[in-house]
């Protein structure tokens, strides 16, 4: 009798554990489930704010660490992951496509996953991960060789794995992908490599790929293994056979709003970056040369793949300027239903949610020199003196005029997330203050070989700080505070109801400030640069906040003479997780 009872209870745990599944519902509701994260950005809208009062402006100054986990081994590098969390497990992403589960109780690794990347992989701006997605019982992250792997969650076994693209044509994935209705959605990287920008739907469960999306025109989209419909039209804004490379990386993934049933993905800078071979011919006046939708952010029916609609922030796009930084879905002051975005440009945007038409826009970091604004129908007003030269114009063929630009390549805002308060209706973006010396060269496409076009050297514009982490309304694009930084800031931002901004710097440490005043209420030192994304969560009637340390990134790469002065900087690979305990929750 009594193993009966026995068996029959242990019958009932294991049904439970089984029943114990990530929904739709609870990705949809992510943001206010305070006990769970299970969506990269703290919901799919991006916004990575949290109603947790817990923790607040009072006794942040309380925050105490609670454990830590090494990533292990030699594999470090730059360590940009967002930490998930569900049913008493944290999941987080490491650099060479690495997979770990860990205790959220007491820091224990229950397993780890370590995809065996292949010899040749052409990852441009080092090995990182930033993030997986959770839904049903399964994990499902991508990996560098440009391969999307579904995990069992519980043990990390491999359910499906699927290529996104060929790795030797210099594709890769590192993005967290989004889940939206069952349909696990990806994008790609590569942009330097001449590939092409495309969005991918697979079936959460068998991994059979729904739709395609390519996002550069001239490309055919599919549905159900069938091509579906054209993406614009062909030689529109493509002159020529350009369209073929034409980059378009959609790298950092995308975010989802609800109320109008949209994907919002950005897109990357056209390939070559030489924009007098993609425009040979075509006119400077109308849109001729745009090389749609190249640095664009496009609207996309989650169910089909068809594009909705599309905003270029930087039509005839010549200093790498992507368009795929993050459009987050808030509703403003007057109750307005809005997409912000923090461009590469330089420029902070807000568009209308319904249709993404432009709403205003104006510059978040200083002294830019591509454009002197952006006009009443949200067209760059170029200064074409700034634009890089054409070879072809130089004496040798070789080397076009050096132009001085601001912001460099890397952007005014890279891909590291801003966060929107819903208690201060402001964002916080992690911006930087540098500038570059550019130059365009003859370039011809060959598979696997860097297409680019050009030469540059970053440049520090102030003496005495290059991060910017600032407050910004976007009603009227006001900077309500300002935090500067002696290095570059890689790191995501996080907002909660409790009044603090949470962000990390390269320098190992991380800063809560208050929201409405930017005042530094409490820092830790974490030993190696900061460049993941925070987050925070309730557990036994505590706030726990978590942030991955390990410097790396495209700034010890791309960097130049930045680069140079923050060499000093350990690599480095430990996940911190901080913990308000009860007694101490009062402010005293």
């Not at 029959?8 to 990530?22: D, M």
């Not at 054209?230 to 493509?238: D, E, F």
């Not at 104006?362 to 890089?388: C, H, L, Q, Y």
Request: overall charge negative; some cysteine.
């Amino acid at each position: 009798m009594n193993q009966l009872i026995t068996a029959a209870i242990a019958g009932l745990l294991t049904l439970g554990t089984a029943h114990a599944e990530v929904t739709e519902s609870d990705l949809r509701d992510d943001q206010t489930i305070t006990t769970q994260v299970v969506t990269n950005g703290m919901g799919r809208h991006l916004q990575r704010y949290s109603p947790l009062t817990i923790l607040n402006q009072d006794n942040v100054k309380n925050l105490v660490p609670a454990w830590a986990f090494s990533l292990g081994g030699e594999k470090q590098r730059g360590q940009e992951t967002q930490p998930l969390i569900y049913d008493g497990v944290m999941y987080i992403t490491g650099s060479y496509s690495r997979v770990y589960a860990i205790d959220v109780k007491t820091g224990s690794e229950i397993w780890q996953y370590d995809a065996r990347l292949p010899e040749g992989i052409l990852p441009c701006c080092d090995v990182v991960n930033r993030g997986a997605a959770i839904y049903g019982d399964k994990l499902f992250f991508g990996t560098l060789d440009a391969r999307i792997v579904a995990l069992d969650l519980k043990t990390g076994d491999v359910i499906w794995r699927k290529k996104i693209a060929d790795y030797k044509a210099g594709y890769s994935y590192t993005a967290a992908p989004i889940i939206v209705n069952g349909l696990v959605i990806t994008g790609n990287s590569g942009g330097e490599f001449g590939i092409v920008g495309e969005i991918q739907a697979r079936n959460a469960d068998t991994g059979e790929t729904v739709w395609t999306r390519p996002v550069i025109e001239g490309h055919m989209g599919t549905l159900n293994g069938e091509e579906s419909t054209m993406t614009g039209t062909l030689n529109a804004t493509w002159p020529g056979d350009m369209w073929k490379n034409g980059g378009g990386a959609t790298w950092l993934g995308g975010s989802y709003d609800i109320d109008t049933d949209t994907l919002v993905f950005g897109v990357g800078q056209p390939a070559p970056w030489n924009s007098h071979l993609r425009n040979a011919g075509t006119p400077t006046e109308g849109n001729a040369g745009d090389n749609l939708y190249a640095s664009s952010r496009i609207g996309v029916d989650p169910a089909t793949g068809v594009i909705k609609w599309h905003y270029q922030t930087t039509p005839r796009e010549g200093w790498d300027y992507d368009g795929v930084n993050e459009v987050v879905a808030y509703t403003d002051r007057e109750d307005n239903k809005r997409f912000a975005t923090a461009d590469r440009n330089g420029f902070f945007y807000v568009l209308n949610r319904e249709d993404g038409a432009f709403v205003r826009a104006g510059p978040f970091v200083k002294n830019i020199t591509w454009a002197s604004g952006i006009d009443e129908n949200g067209r760059p007003i170029f200064n074409e003196d700034n634009r890089p030269g054409n070879p072809l114009d130089s004496a040798d063929g070789k080397k076009g005029s050096v132009v001085f630009s601001t912001p460099s390549f890397l952007g005014g805002k890279n891909w590291m997330p801003m966060a929107f308060s819903q208690n201060t209706g402001n964002f916080y973006v992690p911006s930087n203050e540098w500038s570059m010396d550019i130059w365009n060269e003859p370039i011809t496409y060959k598979q696997g070989a860097a297409y680019m076009g050009a030469g540059f050297t970053i440049k520090p514009m102030f003496d005495d700080y290059i991060g910017s982490l600032k407050a910004i309304d976007p009603d009227t694009g006001d900077v309500k505070w300002e935090y500067r930084n002696a290095a570059p800031l890689w790191a995501g931002v996080m907002t909660t109801a409790g009044g603090l901004v949470f962000t990390g710097t390269p320098e190992g440490r991380f800063i809560a400030f208050n929201d409405e005043t930017g005042e530094e209420l409490w820092s830790f030192q974490t030993g190696s640069g900061i460049v993941g994304q925070p987050i925070t969560w309730e557990q036994d009637g505590e706030q726990y906040v978590s942030i991955i340390s390990g410097w790396g990134g495209a700034v010890p790469l791309w960097g130049g003479a930045i680069a140079e002065k923050v060499n000093y900087l350990n690599q480095g690979g430990m996940l911190w997780t901080f913990r308000l305990p009860k007694q101490l929750a009062s402010s005293n």
